[in-house]
């Protein structure tokens, strides 16, 4: 489970995440969505440690997490998928993977993922095994970027915005696949900026507007009646 | 003949290829000025090679690209700019420590009709000043002009990165995914600028949002594994099933038809 | 066959020492290409293992072995301590980095001459290959044929490890972007630690076994270090199997060459790597960029630099007591010209907004600001030699000269994006010019002046397509070689230049046509302060035009600024010749006020002082450069003469000390170390974003 308690954060002084709490249940999706420049992307850079938070905690099955190293913080079972994908450019598919793939040590992770299984699920990155980062298409990437993720066999895997680019037949996939994780026991958190993409697979959903959380709601309320989300991103104001 | 203007964009037989992956295999396309013209594919299909080749920034192996039924596939981006050709990039470009309005000054400033000796002249730097405006103004980012375009938010920046490529007023405008990372007001704002442009533009459109393409164009492309599968009108073209399973991408890589269709 | 068969031992030994050069440059384009650490202290690495082989050395295998262990663990250690010296500063830039590095280099050198004295130890091989075998009719000695072996099974097993292994993935991985890979889980500090001491072995051991071919000495590590420079320009970073060619081609033109045309050997190497420049300049780009994103994380030196900011005045204060009171006025001065960087601050961004939107308030004030100001300054500069001796008077010409070529070092590296180790080149050509041109009977200041200012144009047109090309630390390697190559030219075209002797007996310069030769330090002075103020006016002018703008954009958005029509490369072309004109100016500055020339005056330390007097300048800041190069010419000639034969090493001090307090440099003081993120930029500016990186929101 991974809990974040009045989570702070910024670039050089000027404050992007106003005390977010936010809590994403083992086995379920959590859905963050918001305008652009609310702060998705801060929160998820501070949680995989690629930001240092100004204070609040992360806690992950209980244990502090906030100012780790990055790397520290990926092998406790954090996995990243960034905005942006962020593929190694010289590095071959084949060894993406093999530099991803970390077994785990202990048998408290929700599901073992091994290269054979990512293929098995992403069977076009098998056939771009020897093609480099930087030669892969944008979906391709998207791919290999999930896979890098899952291979670490994470308990929390971070999703951000996954689907910027993909056509709609990938987009699903990745939907689906973020929604298979969660079953076998991962935490999703999935960050995209409008409702209408997640709200078909998380089960919360937060909208964040201006670093602040302005709506929490159930999924399967969300997706019985979506005004109030659309309302709550609406409403907010424009910009501050 | 004799009278019909040439195309204001037209692509002949263009391939390109890296390493052994062939990216683009012999894809013609011709538009007339003010077309409102989509390519769409899965990823992959070819559709950023297509837009760099265009654009200048990537050479084709083989084929030419002709503006106003002039070659310019010998010429640089730059080159390209002021014979007309705008773009918006994939992952939008800005110089991070000048402001968002001296950011479309920039842009605008090569295709400026006051541009020659705008670098000493205060008065026309005003000139360009009070275009980049408008086109902020445009795409609804007026009120951030005068922030450095460093803080801006990502979606933000791809609104900015349409403003440049708009102020050098193209002929030929060429769009990549501009409405990727957007939220849905954004992605409205964005329609309703594409609504507004020039109507003797002609638009190039890379997309993946369906109801933007599906409001926008009015003629489609539709790329797979690097070669045009069909060219048609927009309605017609979407609704048909092959294109359809194309577009939502079914296997892994549909295979290009064996012979030329459409 | 008679030509091959009487330069086959010649062709053999070029093979040898090409694969020794291999072996060396193979770990400097590891620390570059993949910790992106450009590692100038490389051929001190060297140095350290080839003075270890030569004391253990004493003709057994045990001493080869011994020395081979001893000098591969020094150096592997050495290159650890430079990881934890450099990775603080690793999301500063390579600039940072590559700065830092220099200064430790000059400080091993110093270390090094210290313990092992200043002569050139000789060195004993095994008794068992100190023999010659007999190779198709030739005697050969057996070292160089087990040195060949040695070298490619070395190389054989570096390129299975970076090709084939995870280790190697990780290694590539972290060239890529660091970041990422810290978030899949790999240390980037291990692997930063790793190859930087995996590149100091391989250095060390190179050392140790190269030393009868290149042998330790005061010397070698410059040496070294050039001569892998330039097999990695050459041979790019791309390919193992490019960079193998052109150091046994760089061996061969060393050993064959000199063998075959002793005159000819030395512009062979400029002609080579004339060739490889403008044919394939962008083969040595790194493979990746760094994640360039800055991060708030709190750096262990936030407090210093916090403290930092008062330092200039303490030191001020704490100086007097030492020197005279007239020195004391001479840090004044340097304190005094401190705020005169405003004018050149709100050239570069600052305060764009305010006149681009047309509110700027208070006219009359700010344009009193801005001339009176640097008027005051002016003046005060002026009365100098009034307060000062006559020594320090013309210390501070010295400053002056070096100050333009700071100045046109910050124009590129700042306001182009072009970092530059090469602006000795058009700094030399100038300098000769002046220097040929008064030998000749051509003392009026302005024509000299002017004629110094247009050689190194036309120097400049000839140089520039192949700079302007390249980009990054790119071109900070390039740069370096043209300036290298410039300085060697120099040191060889005696009939011209006067070679090592130098040029000196030559009339001094007049200020103006009809006056009389300037002897006297004040004149001098007054002349290099009145050519130097004309010339900063007109380069902040520039800067200050919509011009500046322009460069801003081809440094920060190259991508969009070329798809938006404007012709980048022509731009940096102007931007490359203007700052070459500026280093010319400076050269004949140098000239007039030294009155005597040599090689050693446009060498490789001229061009890293003036590119730290620009980093501690603040990288943007035109008079910052010039309060940076006053700076250095103090610590070099002023502060040294207190602890003479240590000059070097204090002045590698003052480069840690200034690459890890100055992250921003003097105009950073004067900002808030905040606000610094919108107008100002750290040591390297930031790299235009590699697409796959993105502001996060």
Known sequence: MLQLLGLTAGYHGGTVLHGVDLTVAAGTVHAVVGRNGAGKTTLVHTVAGLLRPASGRVLLDGLDLAGRPAHRIARAGVGLVPQGRRVFASLTVAEHLRLAHRPPRSADRPGVWTPERVLGLLPRLGERLGTRGANLSGGEQQMLALARALLSSPRVLLLDEPTEGLSPELADRVHSLARTSADEGMAVLLVCPSPAQAIGCADTLTVLTSGRTALRMDGAAARADAAPLRAALDLTPARD | MTSSPPPALELTALTRRFGRLLALDDVGLSLAAGARHAVIGPNGAGKSTLLNLVAGTDRPDHGTVALDGRDVTRLSPAGRCRLGIGRSFQQPLAVPELTVLENVVLAGWPRHPRRRGAWRSPAKQRLHTASARRWLETVGLADRAELPAGRLAHGERRLLDLAAALAAEPSVLLLDEPAAGLTDDGVERLTSVLDALDERTAVVLVEHHVEVVARFARTVTVLAAGRVLVTGPARETLARPEVRDAYRGTGPVPAPPSAPRG | MGLLDAHLVPAVDGVAYGLLLFVVAAGLSLAFGTAGVLNLAHGTLYAIGAYAGAACGDGTWGGLVLGLAAGTAVAGAAGAGLSFAAFPLARRGHLAQALLTFGLALVGGDLLVQVFGADEPPVRVPGALDTSVTLLGHRYPAYRLGFIVMAVLLAAFGSWVLARTRAGAAVRAAADDPRMLAATGVSPRAVHLGVLTAAGALAGGAGVLGAPIIGPGPGTSENVLMLSLVVVVLGGLRSPWATLLAAVAVGEVQTLGVAVAPDLAPYLLFAAMAVALI????????????????????????????????????????????????????????????????????????????????????????????????????????????????????????????????????????????????????????????????????????????????????????????????????????????????????????????????????????ALWGTAGMVEERDVYTYALVVTALAVAVTLLVLRSPAGRLLAGARGAEARMRASGHPVGRYLLVAYVGAGALAGIGGSLTVTVQQYLSPADVGFEIAAFALLAAVIGGTTSVVGALCGAALIVLTRDWVAGAWPGHGPLLLGVLFVVAVYLLPRGLAGLRRGPNDAAAGGHALLPAPAAPPNDKVPT
């Open chain 3, 279 to 510: 044919a394939r300049p962008r083969a040595t780009e790194p493979p990746g960029g760094h994640d360039p994103s800055p991060t708030p994380a709190p750096d262990p030196l936030t407090w210093l630099r916090t403290r930092a900011k008062t330092l200039p005045w303490r030191r001020t204060r704490a100086k007097t007591p030492l020197g005279t009171g007239e020195n004391a006025k001479g840090w004044d001065g340097v304190g005094r010209g401190t705020p005169a960087s405003s004018p050149g601050r709100t050239g570069t961004g600052a305060s764009l907004p305010e006149r681009t939107g047309g509110k700027a308030s208070l006219p009359g004030v700010a344009l009193a600001r801005r001339v009176a100001v640097p008027a005051l300054v002016f003046g005060a500069l002026l009365l100098l030699p009034g307060v000062l001796d006559a020594y320090t008077v013309s210390l501070a010409g010295s400053a002056l000269a070096l100050g333009l070529l700071a100045v046109s070092v910050t124009l590129l590296t700042g306001h182009a994006g072009l970092p530059t180790l090469g602006q000795t080149a058009p700094f030399a050509v100038g300098a000769y010019t002046t220097a040929v041109l008064a030998g000749a009977g051509w003392t009026a200041g302005p024509v000299q002046v002017v004629l110094a200012a247009l050689a190194a144009v036309v120097f400049c047109l000839v140089t520039g397509p192949a700079v302007v090309r390249a980009r990054s630390t790119t071109v900070l390697m390039i740069t370096l070689a043209v300036g290298e190559l410039a300085s060697a030219v120099a040191g060889r075209l005696t009939s011209v230049t006067g070679g090592a002797d130098g040029l000196v007996g030559f009339p001094p310069t007049r």
